[in-house]
Each structure stands twice: as structure tokens, then as C-alpha cells.
């Protein structure tokens, strides 16, 4: 299917596709899937999109949520990216998140056009104890893969691209991805079901200065305080950043944005 004949695109997940952390001037979310809606209705102005995705879900909520009803909208074009917040938990039951991504999978590909899936980034190399998630992250990358064949569906391989290791892609949590890292997540898809290539997306950026041991200390600290304090306090009360949220695209709509608003960040 040729980007001309996706009329409609629904994005579904957690926070890396609602686009948590590529913020409009406004506070609200972006992220990849807005750009690549935007990209989409260059060609195809009618273009309806809706977004599904809240941060905090787990696989299981994007299963029974999100997925009924993205499946009842029967769109062009669908994608679904989840189970890394479930992987980061202690007690993650690998095998109840292997089956809502295998049952999530099977229910989109009898309804969509095209469905797009993700090999999502590998943290380990670049986050100090992601070596722990890295077992359960060759899980479900190996599981995507088997699936992707399957159904025919089209994979975005993220976990390849040793450009994700660089910070200066992600935000201050560092876990989620910047503006620019959600640009280069957009091209990535844009290339990956057909459009044509408007840079590279696993381009390395410039060399930067390696900060010093004090400053390398003070940053770790300041994150421990801002962000994992928090997590951790969330994770102990049975909280989610999520909680209360709805879907800020719920229904297939025209996109009706300004797409030099909405468009390309870089």
C-alpha cells in the first residue's frame, strides 16, 4: 500500500506514542504519530487520524482498551507499540504480556490496511541497569518479529539503530524521547511503510564533550530526585501517570492541524 491509498491512521500504545516529552508550546503532547499523521495528509488532506495511546499503560490495558476500538475503526493504516513499561516492572509476568501482544497483534491484522509494529530501543547500552530489562526486551523483540511474518505486518526496528544510545535524544526522565528523537522515530516509520526518505534517520548527531565525573554525579542526582523518586513512589502506591487521562485524539477525525505546527521539528 503506497502512502496515496491511507486515508486513515490510528496510533495506539503508551507514552511513546502518545509522544510524552515532544511538547507544543501549549504543554500538550506531539510526538511521532502527529508527525507522521502530518506527513500522511500532504497527500491526502481528507486524512483521518485518531490516537489512542496514554502514558503509564500497560500491555494488558492497551489490550483490552485500545484495541477493540481500534479494531472497530477499521483504518488504513494502524500501529501499536507496548509492554516496555510492563518489562520495567520487578514483577513483570513476561509470559502475560507475550500473550496480550501475540492476542493485540492478531485482532488489529484482521481489521487494518497495513499494521506497524516496533523493535523497540534497546536501553541497556545506554541507561545504567537496563542490562537488567535486556532478557525480557529480546523477548518481545524476538516475539514482534514472529508476529510481523505472521501477519505481514510492517516492523519499525528501533532496537537496532545505535543512534537511539545518544542522550541528546531523549528527555531529562531519560525515558522518554525528545522532539528530536520523536522526529527521528517519524521518518523511520515514513520510510518503513513506503514514503519517500527525507533524511536519515539513524544519522549519528555531532560529537559532544563528555561531561565531567562531578557534573555526571549532580545530573544522576537531580534525576534520581525529579524523576525515579517519583516512579518509584508511584509503582509502591499502585499509581500510574496515566490514571485519569483519556485519549487525546479518541475518534477517527480529520486532522485539521496547521501542519507548520505540527510538522517537522529538525
Known sequence: MSDHDYHSFVAIGDSFTEGMSDSHPDGSYRGWADLLAARLAETRPELHYAN????GKLVGQIAQEQAPQAAA????????????????RP????????????QTVGRL??????LVLFRPVD????????ARL??????????????AERHKAVVVDLASARVFD??????????????????????????????????????????????????????????????????????????SSGDGLTPKRPSL??????????GDSG
Not at 525515558?175 to 533524511?199: D, Y
Not at 477525525?253 to 505540527?262: C, E, N, Q
Open 52 to 55: 489512542l495511546a496514554i502514558r
Open 73 to 88: 475503526m477499521g483504518a488504513d493504516l494502524v500501529s501499536f507499540a507496548g509492554g516496555v513499561n510492563d518489562l520495567m
Open 91 to 102: 514483577r513483570c509476568d513476561l509470559s502475560a504480556v507475550c500473550t496480550h501482544v501475540e
Open 109 to 114: 491484522a484482521a481489521t487494518s490496511g497495513t
Open 123 to 130: 536501553p541497556s547500552r545506554r541507561m545504567r541497569g537496563g
Open 134 to 147: 535486556a532478557p525480557r526486551l529480546h523477548r518481545l523483540t524476538a516475539l514482534v518479529t514472529e508476529l
Open 166 to 239: 545518544d542522550p541528546r535524544l531523549w528527555a531529562d526522565d531519560r525515558i522518554h524521547l525528545n522532539g528530536e528523537g520523536h522526529r527521528r522515530v517519524a521518518e523511520a516509520v515514513s520510510q518503513a511503510i513506503g514514503l519517500a526518505p527525507r533524511f536519515d534517520w539513524q544519522a549519528s548527531l555531532p560529537p559532544m564533550g563528555r561531561a565531567s565525573w562531578t557534573e555526571q554525579r549532580l545530573a544522576d542526582a537531580r534525576w534520581a530526585r525529579v524523576h525515579l523518586l517519583p516512579w518509584i513512589g508511584r509503582r509502591l502506591t499502585g499509581r
Open 253 to 262: 477525525a480529520p486532522l485539521r492541524m496547521d501542519v507548520s505546527d505540527i
